[in-house]
């Protein structure tokens, strides 16, 4: 029946080209807004197509016409579609009971797309969800696809692997993949969009680290239930997806502890998550980074919201409306949950741990809240690289390499009107985390000069001679700049 389902939305196409085709650009941004009324309207405008009456179906869960429905699926037929639990039909309508979409992805391992099946959101169900509610691939989970180091053929976990988003993306390369949660539900349908896209997955239902006690893997990816949530609160949902059950941000924590006893050597896990402060930022900082005790950890925090902006956000996300009792009262528990523990802030973000072989000797943590461009899993991965080549290399050596400049970094020089010399130089980044990063005039003319021929050490003695600087002062002052800018990718090694 699976196969009969796939071969229907090949043929459809039911792609994210064929359902932009059935109901236009406008339509399909309004519903990136969770508006589906401009995809409805265009439907009802245009002539029938497969991917259209799928669409409607699937995405925008509106019911159709039984007929039509099984035209759009003459293989797998009404029958089948019931049997698989996509719908229902009732008095000749064909009832949506899931969500089915198309998702695609370019990354270094390529272009791939898939169908996920889920459980449908609020836009469908035209409501709060169930606690139950099982994602499909949402916004968090395109944020860690693409920060993802390249995954390489080793063994994957993914924990918490919902309708299996991440581990369909780990198991293109992947030589085999484990993919775990604690709702028998989810993995349900990670079974099913596992057999949909003809990927083998090695299910396992348990929470945390508990269906792999004692195995370690090359690379973990998790997009946990990282959401804060207030415990024993009246009326507060515990929704599965987003809740962990912790208090605070224990869950967070519980991943990134429980990570060390589960890589190989090298092995590198990637998780989002959210974190609170308590005290200053630096408190706040050092607590993120304590929970990886004997792993290097390089977190990058992409947003600081205030307790407030916090709940907001949850509360919406659950599917109560702003302006109700019900949503004032939600987010008065989350104030109250934040106010008991003293939590000024909430910090959110990605987490790379890897295990070293001998002692950890990466402890980075940054605020980036500027958009990023492609490639973030390359510049992560050419980072910790650059972190362990220069953490073999004292000044004196660093001096002795040859560097040039990423080919993706502009200079930019800012000046006040009249003025020759510019006030303000800065390097930007044209793709990974696409940094933009101020400089002086001694490390841009440093930068500049590195073509890949001369040591650094020649370039910045040279440049200290045409600014009549101590070459000494310079270099002590120059080599510390040049080991970040290497980390964060605006240089290269030759
Ligand atoms: C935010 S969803 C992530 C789904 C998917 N991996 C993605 O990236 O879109 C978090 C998942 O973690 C699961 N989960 C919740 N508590 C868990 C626990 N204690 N242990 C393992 N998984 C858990 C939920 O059922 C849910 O499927």
Same mark, same amino acid.
């Given at each position: 029946m699976t196969a009969a389902l796939a071969q229907d939305l090949a043929a459809a196409p039911y792609t994210v080209e064929g359902l932009e085709e059935a109901w236009g650009r406008t339509a399909a941004d309004a519903l990136g807004r969770d508006d589906p009324e401009p995809a409805l309207a265009e439907l009802a405008r245009r002539a029938p197509s497969a991917a259209g009456v799928l669409g409607r179906l699937l995405v925008l869960g509106d019911p159709v016409d039984g007929s039509a429905a099984a035209a759009a699926l003459p293989r797998l037929g009404l029958d089948g579609a019931e049997a698989l639990g996509l719908l229902r039909v009732e008095d000749g309508r064909a009832i949506p009971l899931v969500d089915v979409r198309p998702y695609a992805l370019a990354d270094e391992s390529g272009v791939a797309s898939w169908w996920i099946v889920s459980d449908q959101g609020e836009v469908a169900l035209g409501g709060e969800l169930p606690e139950e509610h099982v994602l499909g691939a949402g916004a968090a989970s395109s944020t860690l696809a693409q920060v993802?180091? =390249? !995954? $390489? +053929?080793g063994v994957v976990l993914d924990l918490g692997t919902g309708s299996g988003v991440q581990a369909l993306m780990a198991a293109r390369t992947a030589g085999r993949v484990v993919a775990t949660d604690v709702s028998a539900r989810a993995l349900r349908f990670a079974a099913l969009n596992a057999e949909l896209n003809g990927v083998h997955l090695d299910l396992r239902e348990g929470s945390l680290y508990e269906p792999v006690a004692g195995e370690r893997f090359d690379r973990i990816v998790t997009n946990p239930p990282f959401v804060i949530t207030p415990r024993g609160? +009246? $009326?507060v949902p515990a929704y599965t997806y987003r809740d $962990? &059950? *912790? %208090? &605070?941000d224990g869950l967070v924590e519980a991943v990134v502890r429980g990570a060390r006893d589960h890589l190989t050597d090298g092995g590198i896990a990637q998780l989002l998550g959210n974190w609170e402060v308590t005290g200053d930022q630096v408190a706040a900082r050092d607590r993120v980074l304590g929970w990886a005790d004997g792993l290097d950890v390089w977190v990058v925090q992409r947003d600081l919201l205030d307790p407030a902006q916090y709940a907001e956000t949850w509360v919406r996300d659950g599917g109560a409306q702003p302006g109700t009792r019900r949503f004032r009262a939600l987010v008065r528990a989350w104030l109250d949950d934040f106010a008991a523990r003293g939590v000024t802030a909430v910090g959110a973000g990605y987490v790379t741990l890897r295990r070293p072989s #001998?002692? =950890?000797t990466l402890r980075r943590f940054e605020h980036l809240e500027s958009p990023v461009g492609s490639g973030v899993g390359a510049a992560i991965a050419a980072g910790l690289a650059a972190h362990d080549r220069l953490a073999a290399l004292d000044d004196a050596r660093l001096a002795g390499q040859v560097l040039a400049v990423a080919p993706d970094v502009t200079e930019h020089r800012h000046y006040? =009107? &009249?003025?020759? +010399?510019?006030t303000v130089l800065e390097l930007r980044q044209g !793709? &990974? *985390? %696409?940094r933009t990063r101020r400089v002086d005039t001694v490390t841009a003319a440093v930068v500049g000069a590195c +073509? #890949?021929?001369?040591?650094v050490g020649r370039l910045v003695a040279a440049v200290a001679e045409l600014l009549d600087a101590d070459p000494g002062t310079t270099t002590a002052a120059v080599l510390p700049v040049v080991r970040e800018l290497l980390v964060e990718g605006f240089l290269t090694f030759r």
């Open positions: 993802l180091v =390249p !995954t $390489g +053929d609160a +009246d $009326g $962990g &059950g *912790f %208090a &605070g #001998g002692a =950890p006040w =009107p &009249g003025d020759a +010399d510019p !793709t &990974g *985390f %696409a +073509d #890949g021929e001369l040591p």
